[in-house]
Structures are given as C-alpha cells and as structure tokens.
C-alpha cells in the first residue's frame, strides 16, 4: 500500500505561483504513476497532470504551458509547479499514485487565487 500526504497549498494572487508536493511512503517501488488532480467546489475531480514511470508526462489542456509535474525518485516525491494562476485555479488539489493493484490518494491541499 502507498501512503501519499500533500503539501504547499495556500492563498495567492491572481498570475502567481505556487509548488505543491506529494511525498509517498509505504510500496513506492509499486507505483507506475503519479497524478495531480483537482476539484474545485460543485464539480467533478479532473486530471491535471500526470507522471509515467519512464518519466514521460500528461496534462491537461488548462495545465499546459502553465504547470509543471516533476518527481524526485530519491525523495520518493511529486511535484507540482504552478504558474500564472488564474482564479478558475482554485480548488482542492490531490496527489493520487497508481500501481498494479491500487489507485492510492493523498488527503488534498487547498489552493485558493484571488482575483
């Protein structure tokens, strides 16, 4: 099983940044995936981007040119870089790590932008 605990969501203004992490515990070695996702209040969670073993990433339209996923194997960590933020951005973040048996979720880390 993998334990996955997210961090570094806050408040910020409108065209800044923000860095979330997902540090990971429990079978790391398992995991063939490491996602972000978001949802924001009345709608349904969305992928935002997403990390392949090999290394090869995913985003979504909204995300791309804007949000950088990257992973630190030696830290057992995901990243997700977040630049130019726009208000529709807010929402409750989750780090989610899939394996050959389990799609393992983080408890989520709230981003609010003000406009």
């Known amino acids: 099983q993998v334990q996955l605990v997210e961090s570094g969501g806050g408040l910020v203004q409108a065209g800044g940044s923000l860095r979330l992490s997902c540090a990971a515990s429990g079978s790391t070695v398992s995991i063939n995936v490491f996602g972000w996702y978001r949802q924001a209040p009345g709608k349904q969670r969305e992928l935002v981007a997403k990390?392949?073993?090999?290394?090869?990433?995913n985003y979504a339209e909204f995300a791309k040119g804007r949000f950088t996923i990257s992973r630190d194997n030696a830290k057992n960590t995901v990243y997700l870089q977040m630049n130019s933020l726009k208000s529709e951005d807010t929402a409750v973040y989750y780090c989610n790590a899939v394996t050959w048996t389990q799609s393992n979720w983080g408890q989520g880390t709230q981003v609010t932008v003000s406009s």
């Open positions: 990390i392949i073993r090999g290394g090869s990433t």
